[in-house]
């Protein structure tokens, strides 16, 4: 069944794309002259107007670390992570490597330095020594542990072998990792149940083209991102203790954002 109006779909559309033509040759000059400032924050102003241009509004629970750098570890629900989270964290986001195979949006992600994950156990290690060198230089990783997109109901058990790169000491001190839970909500102010959540979590085999104009023509959403209190491999003990503790902990920040219940979840700072 087809909802939305397809003259904000298309409306929507060309506003993201002048506004992304407009801003890349401006980043990718920005990072050829070096220019600090610019490389950190731009993009994060982008993620927060494309989400504008898409409608959607972001609502926050907790505080993000402050702590540079932090690994982030987030479940994932659809592309649109990469604009809610990419407006709100200053960093580098680490995907599947297929994602380097897709039209416009790998042209996106290598600008932003996006770090991309082989599957194949004889290339791990080469994308685990990227984080590592990435984290050890001081720069913020966002890490989608689950391997893979859900349904937005539920999440995914964590890969602990991606975790191996908290291990990384600077300073004689560990590299701070902190639990994000993000999901979509509401559509117009309306609660989406179990049946209207894929509208927004593109997951399985589901085409990208068709999903991305279909929640282009949608109204407006709400996303909520829950921030955990930040905890580290000393604290947890090992990295498949520290992936288990950062799943329960995402885990409840899901299911409190869906069912609409805060009080389901801690005290957050």
């Not at 994602?99 to 790998?106: C, E, G, L, R, Y």
């Not at 908290?166 to 559509?187: F, N």
């Not at 104009?213 to 491999?233: H, K, R, S």
Request: glycine share 8%; aromatic share 10%.
């Amino acid at each position: 069944m087809w909802i939305g109006s397809p003259l904000r779909g298309a409306f929507r559309l060309l506003c993201y794309l002048t506004v992304t033509l407009i801003a890349v040759p401006l980043y990718l000059l920005a990072m050829a002259l070096r220019i600090q400032p610019i490389i950190r924050w731009m993009p994060v102003a982008y993620h927060r107007f494309v989400c504008v241009i898409l409608g959607i509004r972001v609502r926050v629970r907790g505080t993000r670390s402050g702590i540079t750098p932090t690994l982030f570890v987030c479940n994932h629900v659809s592309y649109l992570d990469i604009e809610v989270l990419g407006g709100l964290v200053p960093g580098s986001f680490v995907a599947k490597a297929e994602v380097a195979t897709w039209p416009f949006f790998s042209t996106l992600a290598k600008a932003q330095r996006t770090i991309f994950i082989e599957r194949s156990s004889g290339k791990t290690s080469a994308s685990r020594d990227e984080m590592l060198r990435r984290l050890n230089t001081g720069d913020n990783l966002l890490l989608f542990p689950e391997g893979t997109s859900s349904d937005g109901t539920r999440v995914l058990p964590f890969r602990s072998a991606l975790f191996g790169v908290a291990q990384l000491r600077r300073d004689d001190k560990p590299i701070v990792v902190q639990p994000v839970a993000i999901s979509y909500t509401r559509l117009d102010g309306i609660p989406l149940g179990r049946y209207w959540r894929p509208l927004f979590a593109w997951f399985g085999d589901l085409d990208l083209v068709p999903h991305l104009w279909q929640m282009t023509c949608l109204g407006e959403t709400e996303a909520v991102v829950t921030f955990f209190p930040p905890v580290d491999i000393d604290r947890l003990g090992d990295r498949k203790k520290l992936a288990e503790f950062c799943f329960r902990q995402v885990s409840m920040g899901v299911q409190a954002a869906n069912c609409g219940r805060d009080e389901l979840l801690p005290k957050l700072a």
